[in-house]
Each structure stands twice: as C-alpha cells, then as structure tokens.
C-alpha cells in the first residue's frame, strides 16, 4: 500500500512561484510512472505533468515552459516546480502514481494553490 501526502500549496499572485512535493511512503520509490493532476472547481480533474520511470517527462500545453517536474529519489518525494503562475492555475494539485508490477494506482489527498492579487 502506498500513502502519497502533498504539500506546498498555498495563495500566490500572479507571476509568482510555488514548490509542491508529493511525499511517498509504504513503497520504494521506483514507479512506473509518477504524476501530477488538477482539478478547479466545476471542473474534469486534468493532467499537468508526468514523470516515467525512465525518467522522460511531459507536461500539458498549458503548463509547458512554466511548470516542471522532478524527483528526489533519496526523500521518496516527487515536485512540481511551478512559476509564472496565473488566475487558472488554481486548482487542488493531486499526484499519482502507478506501481511498477502490478500497475496499482494511488492518488494523494491534494494541496490547494490560489493564484490571485
């Protein structure tokens, strides 16, 4: 059984930046994939960025060049470097991962991120 918790979230202005880290525990930290998602209220739950095992990385068209995803395998946790956020960044960030083997999902409870002025 995994436990993902995340934290980092937070209200930032416009422009501004935010580190999430998604701490993982009850698995080594050696999955098929690691994700993040959003979801804003009154809408789908989306896909942001996501990590591969091999280490290839890929973002949504919206976050691209602004957002980056990274992992420390050393502290089991996963990031999203975000910057130059704007209004419709906000949304409850969540991660995911799938397990390697079996491929089991797991979802983390999700951090909120405001981004006003």
């Known amino acids: 059984q995994v436990q993902l918790v995340e934290s980092g979230g937070g209200l930032v202005q416009p422009g501004g930046s935010l580190r999430l880290s998604c701490a993982a525990s009850g698995s080594t930290f050696n999955f098929y994939t690691m994700d993040w998602y959003r979801q804003a209220p009154g809408k789908q739950r989306e896909f942001v960025a996501g990590l591969a095992g091999s280490g290839r990385t890929n973002y949504a068209d919206s976050v691209k060049g602004r957002f980056t995803i990274s992992r420390d395998i050393a502290k089991n946790t996963l990031y999203l470097q975000m910057n130059n956020l704007k209004p419709e960044d906000t949304a409850v960030y969540l991660c995911?991962?799938?397990?390697?083997?079996?491929?089991?999902?797991?979802w983390g409870q999700g951090t909120q991120v405001t981004v006003s002025s």
């Open positions: 995911k991962v799938v397990t390697q083997g079996d491929l089991s999902t797991y």
